[in-house]
């Protein structure tokens, strides 16, 4: 009897020893690697030489000074962007010129004539990229000068534009730039004040010329930061 007790006590004792070696057993943890991600752009300067098409005749119709068969024409430029905290606020300077052919038709009698008008738009401002990565939407808020000829006669009026579109950057050099923009230029602004009883109030009248501008162009980066 004593020796059956005997064998019982060394299995339980072997049991609760092998238990507790288990539990001395460090577990390794569970590693799961991170999912990758797509490889982000660092900031650069960039230039963006483009083409498009402008949209609104109020130039021409306001050089003329008659009405005319022509709602736009081709335009080309340059943007400059240069990069001024890692959230992708930009500094931004642009440069578009357009020029159009026109055939005015005289107002009394005569011969019709050959214009050729050109609207240029030199402007700086802010634009910020709303994401990181190879696609990265943005919207841009310029002010700046516009000036516009015809015939030996050159205009410099105030505008401001407003643009949104994206950059499409494949390579960490090279990219593609889309852009849609809407110009504003003041052409003519006239104010009056008048004071009566103590009360006084302002007149403003501004004649606003709109241009519309659809583009695409190249994006080259530079001196990655």
Known sequence: MRFRYAIVVAI??????????????TIPPLVIPPMPSEPSQRAAVEVAPFVGYRFGGDFFEL????????????SWGAAVDVPLTSQG?????????????????????????????????????????????RARPFIDVMAGLTRYSAEGDNEIRFAASFGAG??????????VRLESRVF??????AGALACSSGFCRIALRAE??????FSAGLVLRFHEI
């Open 166 to 175: 994206a950059k499409l950057l494949p390579s960490p050099r090279l990219g």
């Open 89 to 133: 606020l930009q500094f931004e300077g642009l440069f578009t010129h357009q020029h159009a052919n026109l055939v005015v038709p005289p107002k009394l009698s005569g011969q019709p004539s050959l214009w050729r008008i050109t609207v240029e738009h030199w402007q700086a401002g802010a634009l910020q990229e709303i994401s990181g990565g």
């Open 184 to 189: 504003a230029t003041f052409v003519d602004a």
């Open 12 to 25: 339980a004792n072997g049991l609760l020893g092998y238990g507790a070696d288990l539990r001395a057993q």
């Open 208 to 213: 606003v010329a709109w241009q519309w501008e």
């Open 63 to 74: 050089v003329t000074g008659q009405e005319v068969d022509l709602d736009g024409a081709l």
